[in-house]
């Protein structure tokens, strides 16, 4: 198969989910095109609310959402072939990943910009508010962790990228100044600061910086403590001063990037080097059902409906923008997804390399692996085809990838703020509703993880805990809009599908932590499949209430309360 048509197959898709199904969604089902005040105007605070363009909204949401995961998810599902990989990728963006992040961003932004687990109290209970919060807490410790754990591995692996992703941190506040305190447009300071970041990069290859080891603590965890000390304090900074303006340029490095990749396969079309099915894998799990949590960013993946309910909803300036930044966010991130399956697959010359790499679950499983097979296919694409120096073209994919997993770093650490605060307020602790308080909790608090090296044993659940939160943002989508009369199948057959695979894989895997006597892997699988349980019955009893009397249903969980 020529990589070419696979690439082309799948944007032309993208291109006509967002043309029709988008719109359907926004018209029929959401009601997305409302002319009521966001909460950016209403709560309107200089720091958390604050009222931006569309076009730097959608960079936030875009470089927030489309970390590493939509690179690793794919870079380690190829293994089973490509065809079941790009399926998933294209239809689970489309109906499922793209459906529920507009959703979030929708209902989220319509009700004061509370995020999608603090509405479950009056959607579902009081009691599904806490495990869905509790889960959350949960996921983005370890999302924390590990992307901490990764940018400091990319930083030692490519000591090119560490004088322009520095550049670029230290350059984004005076472009917020230059937006928010001078009113000059947002969009010639970021392509400036574009060209000086190409710049950089070449500068980086001449100069790379090598972090030394500090006595005992080698270079490797000192990035760590660094990495979550720039977490810290991009969470508690107005919104304007560094998390918008670097991820308005972090998502014009993407589009170029990632153009650049396209262009370079459509002019080099290379063949699909791996087998595009591959059921047999040495020492790996079936890929049905566990393709649906291996690729979550990518295809659907519950992180997105924190970002969406969580930072995005409170800078929505109008309505009429969600469409394009909650939907169509989602359509970039799939493409992002697939170019990751086209690189790890096409970006090999032949079908010995790509099984060398591939020769067995545990040798592709790495973080290091499967990010180097994009890195090195990616560069590949830019090299053969664009002509770019293979150095350069090394570092610059690199650096796209640094750039994603840093802004979801700091996006999640604002997030885990918000949720710590919401929890201390549900449970009158005044000293955690402080925001420096808050974030201090949840930027450091990973340190235990990464210091301790019980991260990894955490990692495998990732997928399965990610997977399953997607399920219940969709659970709390499906009974919001059954109980506003709305036509709700679109969000509850994506979570009873999402549920149904992550639920199978969580049982799988479950049995085989149990042959291998890992019994916190084990705890964790069973706590997991308990929460999942008990949000399934807490929605089954508000279904099972609205078909007994709709009207009752309506005023009780809802009131005034949601709208």
């Known amino acids: 198969m020529n990589s070419a048509a696979v690439a082309l197959i799948g944007l032309a898709a993208f291109a006509a989910a967002y043309r029709m199904y988008a719109r359907f969604l926004s018209e029929r089902v959401f009601d997305g095109e409302t002319d009521f005040p966001t909460p950016a105007h209403e709560k309107a605070d200089g720091i958390d609310f604050v009222a931006s363009p ?5 960079g936030h949401h875009f470089t927030s959402v489309a970390g590493a995961a939509p690179i690793v998810g794919p870079a380690i599902a190829v293994i089973w072939g490509w065809a079941p990989a790009f399926l998933w990728v294209v239809f689970g963006t489309i109906f499922i990943g793209a459906v529920h992040d507009y959703g979030c961003l929708v209902v989220s932004a319509k009700n004061g910009g509370r995020s999608i687990g603090d509405l479950a109290a009056p959607i579902l209970s009081s009691r599904a508010r806490l495990l869905f919060l509790s889960l959350v807490l949960f996921l983005a410790w370890i999302v924390l962790a590990v992307f901490a754990y990764v940018i400091a591995l990319l930083f030692t692996q490519y000591p090119a990228t560490v004088l322009p992703i520095n550049f ?20 010639i300071p970021s392509i400036v600061v574009l060209i000086l970041l190409v710049g950089m990069v070449w500068l980086g290859t001449k100069f790379p910086l090598v972090m030394p080891d500090w006595g005992s603590v080698s270079g490797l965890h000192v990035w760590i403590g660094l990495l979550l000390s720039y977490a810290f304090a991009a969470s508690v900074l107005p919104v304007w001063t560094l998390l918008q303006p670097r991820d308005l340029i972090n998502s014009h490095k993407l ?96 079908l010995s390399a790509w099984r060398v790499h591939y020769q067995s679950w545990s040798h592709a499983e790495g973080l290091g692996a499967k990010i180097g097979a994009f890195v090195e296919g990616g560069s590949r694409f830019l090299h053969d085809g664009v002509g770019v120096e293979e150095g350069f073209a090394r570092a610059a994919i690199a650096v796209i990838v640094i750039s994603f997993a840093a802004t979801t770093l700091d996006t999640a650490t604002r997030i885990q703020r918000y949720i710590i605060s919401e929890l201390a ?29 019980n991260w990894k044993a955490l990692w ?10 997607a399920g219940f943002c969709l659970i709390v989508l499906s009974v919001y809009l059954a109980v506003k009369k709305k036509p709700y199948a679109f969000a509850l057959v994506p979570m009873l599908f999402l549920v149904a695979m992550t639920g199978v894989s969580m049982v799988i895997g479950l049995a085989g932590f149990l042959r291998s006597g890992e019994g916190l892997l084990a705890g964790l699988s069973v706590v997991l ?32 309360a949601v709208r």
Request: a positive charge.
């Open 255 to 350: 589009f170029l990037g990632l153009g650049l990749m396209y262009a370079g396969l459509l002019v080099v079309h290379p063949p699909m080097a791996a087998p595009a099915f591959n059921a047999s894998v040495p020492d790996g799990p079936p890929w049905f059902p566990f393709l649906f949590i291996t690729i979550a960013c990518g295809a659907v993946s519950g992180f997105h409906g924190l970002v969406s309910s969580g930072t995005t909803s409170k800078q929505l300036n109008s309505f009429r923008d969600a469409r394009a930044i909650g939907y169509g966010a989602m359509l970039g991130e799939g493409a992002l997804a697939l170019m990751s399956v086209l690189a790890c697959t096409a970006g090999f010359k032949t």
């Open 529 to 560: 499949l308990g929460l999942s349980a008990a949000l399934l019955f807490e929605a089954w009893i508000v279904f099972r209430s609205l078909a007994a009397s709709p009207t009752k249903v309506e005023a009780a969980p809802f009131g005034a």
């Open 460 to 469: 495998p659940m990732f997928g399965a805990t990610n997977q399953m939160l």
């Open 54 to 58: 569309k076009h730097v909204l959608f």
């Open 168 to 187: 670029e941190i230290l350059v984004a506040p005076l472009i917020g100044w230059l937006a928010y305190r001078k009113r000059v447009d947002l969009l």
């Open 425 to 453: 307020e549900a449970y009158r602790i005044p000293a955690l509703q402080n925001r420096y308080a808050a974030s201090a909790l949840a930027a450091f608090s990973p340190m235990l993880l990464v210091y301790g090296g």
